[in-house]
């Protein structure tokens, strides 16, 4: 169930480089969001950003109903957000879509493949999986070394494979070239990032199961627009709405 | 005070109504609010068979605006008769069902498929929908097409039928009038207005579609010109929207001419925008010195320039 | 990084120039910047005889946007000629005449004038202001008599014809096509769109002149599409204009297929606009991979659609 | 000579009802600013309040190159502007227009007649005035009680009348009903707010020298765009632009 909210900044704080980490606070509703949610944030006045901007929900504090947001500042709308400072409300709605089932899955070891802006909810993630029992590796894209954020985040949960486009820290290559490399026992992937990134990912582990989480551009973020639509695999000729039915998918549900 | 007003087909609670293609068919929306409020619901465009529509990007932001080029995606009238009406029939809400086509047969058979339930309460014809080949504006850009394509369908519609008129034409009082002596009932505008946004990294345009219908605030001038003109030229009803993100601005409408709005965009930017201005009508009618919604429809044509400082 | 651009009449040591009405003859802005700086001046539309204009309030604002309703305020050609280019023929900038009329004749006289002098390099015909009652508009939005007016001005005009297209049409291409088949040697596009803004107090329009022709960021998709649109229908070349405010606005027109630009609306918001856009340029294009404005021109129609998130 | 340039925030108050004081600190230019000139306020974001925001000036403070501007808020112009903080920049022209040409005029007792948001400008020219040695006195209109500002800063040059629409604080009425009342002895009067009221007090004391200034709706405010003309009362068919030539004029120069 959405909510739509006025949500509290309680800290905010650069990570690395354009990289805003956030904390908001709202009511109850909040608690129930899941790893792979989003949160569709009014970042503009009504003139400017007329758009909700969609960010994943990237760690949730349960018992303070706080959500914690990592975002790269690109455009108008996210520069906005991070010019809003500590005691600012946000028009939130929340959570949107469909996280990552991993109620409903029965997992030992997982791998997490996370892309720049794709790494946030990834942390939510590893940190429920954690609290599952499953054992946790993770490998992390980033662009270059500035753009790094939550290594040692990532690595209380497991091992954790830093790579960078340019090899100025970590390992040098694409994630899936660390695949190729390192060889990581899992039962089920879990990826989030730029699409190029999941369709690399999705080929290299075809023959395993796992999870991707898009982007698209939107327009409601709740399911009303056809904005967000992605065609589906099953050749049914259908298609899913990212907001509401995604943005996470079963690897080879939708074509990337 | 009285917000109530009453259109062929249509006894609305008050002028207050969610535009087509910007509410889906109200589910999501019903888990955000109780849609009992609403004065009616003009529901996504449906066409014969279900359409999948454009390749994404879909939508693109602008200064106060939005582009959007969702194609008609729908699941055919059918489906929606089957999957979506019934819950529509829950509440106590008209439903306005938007029909879109290729042909003038296209639009004569969504008609007559929706004239076979009972809730859907009026037609409202888009032959204004910019972001299809082929099919639906060039009805919308030429009035003796505009004139068929109403004729044909009021020939079939057991329920009036509105004719949604697109802004991107020479002459709108032209095309109204078209329309009227057709035999409308009433009149929607306006359609979005044909827009391109270029991606500077990609080097082509952002919306797969090339194009895109412009809506949101950055509209809303244009909108108001031609509700005020075409208003002068033909007798029957308008629903106006485009642009509308306040009562203030659904005050500027009724004065304009409309006589009951439709609340697209600013959905996006607020899913509660719809209860919010019901909310706020009362006190701003009062405000400006109106005993009701009908008290200012059309209220903007009789007063003689005055200057800045004396208003 | 190379921003000169050469087009009919014009050696451009940059594409940005400002555009008519929004610039006078330019001495107010002298006294803020160097106009030596500009690409072009475009100077206020001229009439044959003085004119005073409509009645004021002659400007409303909207939502990224303005409504305006000078009504071609001019002292008349003569005296611009007398009074205006002598001081603008200071400056080592080409000079656009912007032209008005409410008759086929009055445009002839006015460019026959103009062509008296040495300072004028261009034309530009406005056959697009929405803000008088009678002439100007009507040229703009027939074909025909778009035709007519350009071919018997090109008769009299010792220097290049652009012709100023307005939005408020059902298809621009035809438009650019009839005046390019009378000879016209660049257009210039787009004017204001007609708008209104009602004032809820005085319950009237608050424009004197009831509407106003909208400007600024809210109507620039309106105007990337049409500069697209008529670049794939014409080979003239296009002076684009409607809400550029940045560099990179500039780079979006220059893509759609303009090979320069005119700035209208942001003066107001920022009277230095003009400099600071010319002096982001550079970077802007080098940004993008571009290596001078010339080769940005026309680029947004050559990439095929690919993903959002892979650009 | 006008000047575009950021000039800081340094004080802000409420002093009435909607009504704010605001000091701003720039640089040079701005001691050369005459009363009875304004200040053109960049006040949006380039998407809301496109257009600037035309704000006379009520007070400059040359040694340290301060202007005081006070403005009622009434739209999203102003509405903005008062949600300015001290220490923020805004993008000011300055200064614009013409103002009360005192240092051309030989006066020995003055008039000043300032009704609402009219009333500002008044201050600076009284200040001036009393430089120079002119006997001022001061008639100051406002709706009601709580709109009531500047008394005192008035009292300090000469005798001041308060008058209210309704009564609730000083002389009950309009600005004129207060003139058939009192008589005052003046050579020149000085009259700035609503166009109805510069109309009636122009009738009142037709037989009198005097200045007016005027408002109108503005696109530029440097005089390039047209959108502020008043025709001449001189039956020459001619034009003046309110941002150039005004916004005070002399006494039946301009229609009003
Ligand atoms: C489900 C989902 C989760 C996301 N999670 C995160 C996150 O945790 N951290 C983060 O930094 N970013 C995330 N993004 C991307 C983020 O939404 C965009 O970076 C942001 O919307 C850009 O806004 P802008 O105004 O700064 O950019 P602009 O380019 O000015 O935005 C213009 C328009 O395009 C849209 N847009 C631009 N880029 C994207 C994009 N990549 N995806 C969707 N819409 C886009 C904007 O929302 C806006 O409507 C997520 C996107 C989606 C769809
Ligand atoms: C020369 C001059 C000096 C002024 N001095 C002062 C002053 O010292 N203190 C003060 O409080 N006000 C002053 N005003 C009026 C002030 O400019 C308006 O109150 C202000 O522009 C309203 O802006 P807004 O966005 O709040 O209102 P909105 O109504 O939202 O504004 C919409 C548009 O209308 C214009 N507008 C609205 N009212 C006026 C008006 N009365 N005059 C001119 N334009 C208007 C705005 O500038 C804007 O472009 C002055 C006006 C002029 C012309
Ligand atoms: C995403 C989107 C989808 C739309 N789909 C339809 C549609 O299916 N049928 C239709 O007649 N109008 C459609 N419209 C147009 C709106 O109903 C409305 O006329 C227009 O957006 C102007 O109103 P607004 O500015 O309030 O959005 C759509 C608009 C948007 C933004
Ligand atoms: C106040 C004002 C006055 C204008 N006067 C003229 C004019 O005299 N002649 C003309 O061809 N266009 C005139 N225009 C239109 C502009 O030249 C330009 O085409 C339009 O404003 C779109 O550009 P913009 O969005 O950058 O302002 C005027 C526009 C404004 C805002
Ligand atoms: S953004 Fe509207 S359906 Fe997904
Ligand atoms: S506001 Fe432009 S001339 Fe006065």
Known sequence: MINKQMMTIVKKEQIAKDTIEMQICGTSIVSSAEPGQFVHINVGDGNSNLLRRPISIADVNKGEQMITIIFKVIGSGTDQLSRCIVGEELDVLVPCGKGYPIKSLSITKALLIGGGIGVPPLYYLAKQLQEKGVEVTSILGFQTKENVFYQSEFEQFGPCHIVTDDGSYGFKGYVTDLLDKESVEFDYFFSCGPTGMLKAVSKRLENHKGYVSIEQRMGCGIGACYACVVPTCDESNGFKKICKDGPVFRVNEVVL | ?311
Chains 1, 4 share one sequence.
Request: hydrophobic residues 40%; aromatic residues 6%; proline residues 6%.
């Open chain 2, 1 to 311: 005070m009285s917000l109530q007003t009453t259109l062929p087909g249509l006894s609305l609670k008050n002028p207050i109504m969610p535009a087509s293609g910007c509410f889906g068919f109200g589910r999501e929306y019903s888990e955000l609010f109780d849609l009992n409020q609403l004065g009616a619901i003009i529901i996504k465009a449906a066409t014969k068979e279900g359409r999948y529509g454009n390749q994404t990007p879909r939508v693109a932001e602008t200064s106060s605006g939005m582009l959007n080029a969702i194609g008609l995606q729908n699941p055919g009238v059918d489906k929606i008769i089957d999957n979506e009406l019934p819950f529509l029939a829950n509440y106590d809400v008209p439903i306005i069902a938007n029909v879109a086509g290729s042909s003038v047969e296209e639009y004569v058979e969504v008609t007559k498929a929706f004239a076979r339930t009972s809730t859907v309460k009026a037609i409202e014809l888009n032959i204004s929908c910019p972001n299809v080949k082929e099919g639906g504006i060039q009805f919308g850009m030429d009035p003796e097409l505009a004139n068929e394509v109403t004729r044909r369908v009021k020939e079939v519609s057991h329920v009036p039928v509105y004719v949604k008129l697109s802004p991107n034409v020479s002459n709108i009082g032209a095309m109204a009038k078209a329309v009227e002596a057709a035999g409308a009932d009433g009149l929607t505008m306006i359609n979005t207005l044909t827009g391109m946004q270029i991606n500077l990294s990609a080097k082509r345009p952002l919306l797969a579609n090339k194009t895109g219908g412009l809506s949101g605030p950055a509209i809303k001038p244009i909108a108001v010109r031609m509700i005020y003109e075409v208003r002068q030229q033909v007798s029957i009803p308008i629903i106006g929207m485009g642009g509308i993100m306040t009562a203030e601005d659904v005050l500027e409408f009724l004065l304009a001419g409309a006589n009951a709005v439709a609340i697209g965009t600013a959905n996006f930017n607020n899913p509660m925008i719809c209860p919010e201005i019901i909310k706020a009508l009362p006190s701003v009618l009062n405000k400006y010195g109106f005993e009701s919604v009908e008290d200012a429809i059309g209220k903007g044509h009789e007063n003689e320039h005055t200057d800045l400082s004396r208003t």
